[in-house]
């Protein structure tokens, strides 16, 4: 576990000469799956030439920063990265002192923009062992922490400032963490938490193979179930999980190059739409699994509403856009 208490932020390491999976794409940069090995720092040089990912028009000390974090956090599931497009998504893993002596695994997602450091990062923030309501106040406190480092590399000094004052930041939110590692929800925040089921709604998938993998890979990292449901040009995704990971899931899908246009250019997705979003009844059923399905007949994509409690949701939003397509 790391060590909250200190009283000096930890420096850097030097790593001017560094490059590693961020400065090479795709050679180097492998977007992490379950089963792989951590990030590896690679002594490649300069990929800023012609060709060059999004990640290069970045500034060459925000590619260092990006180095060194990736070899400070090296352990398994420590650093990971998630997207490249319009800068870098990567998610940190790191062990955590909270109230009462217990052990927190914080889960800190960064999106760093193209722009970065003269940009702030956007920053989102998940663990089991908080309730919805403590990983806001930590979220909005690094935010702020973010702001009065505005234009500087901030990066690493985020991650060290909440090592060291998460369990002040909890304390503060007015809630506590169980001993045993649950959370304790208010009834407040019971509403926001546990299962939620979202209908999304795509236009078309011209990539289709890459699109799909992308999807179930996504699902995969923010463990949602559900289904990705294919019947003619109708295309819709099917999701179950905790909301924040939904939510999470549905900025992905809107900010990510996950398709190609008329011209076959990576291009964002444009064309979703959010369909139903409520919080999974006795009556649904819960999917143990993310899988593919591919439908031949409207009787076959009734059923699988019906099966799963949703034959309401079915009639108010599937049939109006069957009638579109």
């Known amino acids: 576990m790391f060590n909250v208490g200190t009283s000096s932020p930890q420096q850097l390491p030097s790593a001017p000469s560094w490059t590693c999976a961020f400065l090479s794409i795709p050679a180097s940069l492998r977007l992490a799956t379950e089963g792989e090995a951590p990030l590896e720092v690679l002594p490649c040089a300069g990929a800023r030439g012609k060709g060059a990912d999004p990640s290069s028009a970045m500034s060459e000390l925000a590619l260092e920063e990006l180095s060194a974090i990736a070899a400070i956090y090296s352990g398994k599931d420590e650093c990971e990265v998630l997207q490249v497009s319009e800068g870098i998504s990567f998610r940190i893993q790191t062990h955590v002192e909270g109230p009462l002596g217990t052990d927190v695994l914080l889960q800190l997602l960064f999106h760093l923009p193209i722009s970065y450091p003269t940009s702030l990062p956007n920053i989102s923030v998940n663990s089991e062992q ?135 250019k990576k291009c964002k997705e444009k064309m979703i739409s959010v369909l139903s979003e409520t919080k999974a009844q006795a009556e649904h059923r819960r999917f143990q699994a993310f899988e593919v399905k591919e439908y031949s007949t409207l009787d076959e994509l009734h059923n699988e509403f019906v099966a799963a409690g949703l034959a309401e949701t079915f009639s108010e939003f599937v049939l109006p856009r069957l009638k579109q397509c």
């Not at 990983?135 to 690094?142: F, I, P, Q, S």
């Not at 998460?166 to 009834?187: F, P, R």
């Open 130 to 264: 908080l309730t919805r309501t403590q990983c806001m106040a930590v979220r909005g406190r690094l935010l702020e922490e973010a702001e009065r480092h505005f234009s500087q590399l901030m990066v690493h000094e985020l991650i060290l400032w909440i090592q060291q004052n998460l369990k002040h930041v909890v304390e503060q939110a007015g809630t506590s963490v169980c001993s045993s590692g649950k959370s304790t929800l208010s009834a407040a925040t019971a509403e926001e938490d546990g299962i939620w089921t979202v209908l999304l709604h795509l236009d078309h998938m011209r990539a289709k193979r890459k699109y799909v993998k992308t999807v179930e890979k996504w699902c995969a990292d923010l463990k949602l179930t559900g289904r990705l449901m294919l019947m003619g040009k109708l295309i819709l995704i099917l999701l179950q999980g905790d909301r924040r990971s939904v939510k999470e899931y549905i900025v992905l899908q809107k900010t990510s190059k996950v398709d190609v246009d008329s011209s076959g």
